[in-house]
């Protein structure tokens, strides 16, 4: 098992940087890759925290990590917790500690009485539904993300109403 899950300081931008850009290659999402130790600095500890993340260590290497921000359910008029990005590096995935990363999430969802823990898998990702499925996770089949960006998003922010 690792040595333990610490919450990310400002120190581990750099390394926590380097663990996102691995995801990327791995989710065949390189070309969609942005991301700067500059922006990941500011939405973590800037004025406005988007996001928060934990990370994985094992003796002092960091070996994974999860990224994750809060949303809202106004039916069950509580928080939620997103689940953004969870990966773990390849040599150490069959070590479960995937799994320890979630349930760590579990327990700050409980802390902070969140009505949900949630987050997307990529459809051809079987390892990770099969996984998910099994902890009890539900897929939410009957509900479609859409999604707009760049300048879909301004030409709709531009509507004249």
């Known amino acids: ?9 400002e120190g ?7 663990l996102i850009h691995e995801l990327a290659v791995y989710e065949k999402l390189d070309h969609d890759f942005h991301l700067t130790e500059e922006k990941l600095r500011n939405h973590l500890f800037g004025a406005r925290k988007y996001i928060e993340a934990i990370l994985l260590q094992e003796n002092d290497e960091k070996v994974g990590f999860a990224l994750f921000f809060h949303n809202y359910s106004s039916f069950a008029a509580k928080p939620g917790l997103y689940v953004e990005d969870l990966y ?3 040599e150490y995935r069959k070590k479960k500690y995937g799994l320890l990363l979630l349930s760590h999430l579990a327990k700050i969802a ?3 009485d969140c009505a949900r823990l949630e987050g997307l898998v990529l459809d051809w990702n079987e ?10 996770a539900k897929a939410m089949d ?3 993300v859409y999604r707009w960006t760049g300048d879909k998003i301004k ?3 531009q509507l004249d109403i």
């Open 12 to 18: 581990d931008v750099p390394v926590l940087l380097k």
């Open 1 to 9: 098992m690792p040595s333990k899950i610490v919450g990310a300081k």
């Open 88 to 90: 773990v590096k390849a």
């Open 155 to 157: 030409s709709l922010a």
């Open 142 to 144: 009957e509900w479609t």
């Open 127 to 136: 390892a990770s539904i099969k996984v998910y499925l099994n902890l009890g």
């Open 110 to 112: 409980v802390e902070r």
